[in-house]
């Protein structure tokens, strides 16, 4: 299907592909703005000679001008609106991938699409203005799910790095006897965050990666040493060979004595 306001089009990607298959090498490009919105299907594009991968719910804003291709088999499905900018509708000044994961916004976008094409379609009363008001929601959920896209790389930055600290300050501190607590007041959030942002990024709460550290160098202080136990515990931090025996236990199924014995 396809319809048009002047130079503004609407083609769904089966269209456009022409039953055939698109490859990346047949690049091209247009005089207009091109939005691509993958419903269904997977596969590679590659705009202005970088190739990425595409997948269903990704959206391609691609700027006048911009060389481009894509692959398109049997099993995609989508929309290419092409943009006049003389409808005055602003989207993008570049390129851009945006990855629609949530549901409401993949559903409101795609209807906002199907809203468009059934305008040109159908060219009831007012039809002209009802499709470039759809048009200019499509831009305001496009703009949202950028802003949302940005929030989520930069919490995801923040969590890689504040991750990162927290395993430096274990490898510099993890003989002081400090709990995580003391590493969260530390790092100027709670202990639950600090757990929560590990597990994000590492899938171990943030004890877990504290005892690991510890019982390993438990494990390396009684293999290659022959220091007592309550030294061994001593070095570690602990508070007492019982709570050091405990603990170790714990986490290898065997007391430090049973340990050394089997090394």
Aim: glycine share 8%; net charge positive.
């Amino acid at each position: 299907m396809t319809g048009q306001i002047g130079n503004t089009r609407l083609v769904t990607i089966a269209r456009l592909a022409q039953g055939g298959r698109w490859r990346v090498e047949a690049m091209r490009g247009y005089t207009q703005d091109v939005l691509l919105w993958f419903t269904k299907g997977q596969g590679r594009i590659t705009i202005a000679g970088r190739t990425r991968g595409y997948s269903a719910n990704s959206a391609f804003f691609i700027p006048a001008g911009t060389m481009h291709g894509f692959e398109a088999g049997p099993q995609v499905y989508g929309f290419a609106l092409f943009l006049s900018r003389s409808l005055g509708i602003s989207f993008f000044k570049e390129m851009q991938h945006l990855k629609i994961p949530n549901l409401h916004s993949q559903a409101e976008l795609t209807n906002l699409i199907e809203h468009i094409q059934r305008e040109f379609d159908q060219k009831g009363e007012n039809w002209e203005t009802a499709a470039l008001h759809h048009i200019g929601l499509v831009s305001v959920t496009l703009a949202r799910a950028k802003t949302a896209q940005i929030e989520t790389s930069q919490s995801s930055n923040k969590t890689l790095e504040l991750t990162a600290r927290y395993t430096q300050m274990i490898e510099e501190q993890f003989r002081s006897g400090r709990r995580v607590s003391d590493y969260a007041k530390a790092l100027d959030i709670t202990p639950t965050h600090l757990s929560r942002i590990c597990n994000k990024a590492c899938g171990r709460s943030a004890s877990a990666l504290l005892s690991e550290r510890i019982i390993y160098e438990a494990q390396r202080l009684l293999s290659e040493t022959k220091l007592p136990v309550q030294k061994v515990s001593e070095q570690l931090g602990f508070t007492s060979p019982a709570y050091f025996s405990r603990s170790f236990q714990i986490h290898t199924g065997m007391s430090p004595t049973a340990f050394r014995k089997i090394i």
